[in-house]
């Protein structure tokens, strides 16, 4: 049985596009697909790996439109960025911007388990290719970006954690591409 898909999802991605094209005077459709990924089901060696990876799909399938989202937030706001003239309004934009996004992820942020929080940094550098840290240090500057370094510290993260899709990350990437895909 499938499970219903949300098209409003941004993790989820149209896995067939069909279309026409002109070619000497003659209309040929053609159907394009998206990635269909094909790979042995999981083994596990117990129980205990078995509910570990159903968590880890869960887990992905919670944060990974966040982080979609967070890449949104960056490409937009630096577009935007470049359209101010002066270091002093883009300091008040920023902020301004800062406190929208405190306002609008905090309630959802608080809903997230420790692991949770944690796959979200990671998937936050596979989505912007910079850690968390990287990029809001680009956009706040590293002393506000260095204060909530240390706040996730105190709590047991880093927002420095990076992503590792051919190494520690290798289960977790084959998770989201299938998650992507619709598959999962």
């Known amino acids: 049985m ?80 470049e359209t101010i003239p002066t270091k002093k309004e883009k300091d008040e934009h920023m902020k301004r911007v800062e406190e929208a996004i405190v306002k609008e992820y905090k309630p959802r942020m608080k809903k997230l388990t420790f692991a949770q929080g944690k796959l979200l940094i990671k998937l936050v550098d596979r989505e912007c290719n910079s850690t968390a840290y990287e990029a809001m240090k680009a956009f706040i500057g590293p002393v506000r970006s260095g204060m909530w370094q240390a706040f996730a510290w105190m709590f047991g993260a880093s927002l420095k954690k990076g992503y590792h899709p051919e190494g520690v990350d290798k289960l977790t990437e084959r998770v989201v591409l299938m998650v992507e895909s619709g598959q999962l």
């Open 2 to 81: 499938c499970a219903q898909q949300d098209y409003g999802d941004p993790t989820f991605v149209p896995t067939v596009k069909v279309g026409r094209v002109l070619i000497g005077g003659d209309s040929v459709q053609y159907v394009e697909m998206s990635p269909v990924y094909v790979s042995p089901p999981p083994t596990f060696k117990n129980k205990r790996q078995q509910q570990a990876y159903v968590r880890l799909v869960r887990n992905v399938k919670k944060v990974l439109p966040i982080a979609k989202e967070v890449r949104q937030i960056l490409i937009e706001t630096a577009e935007y960025l």
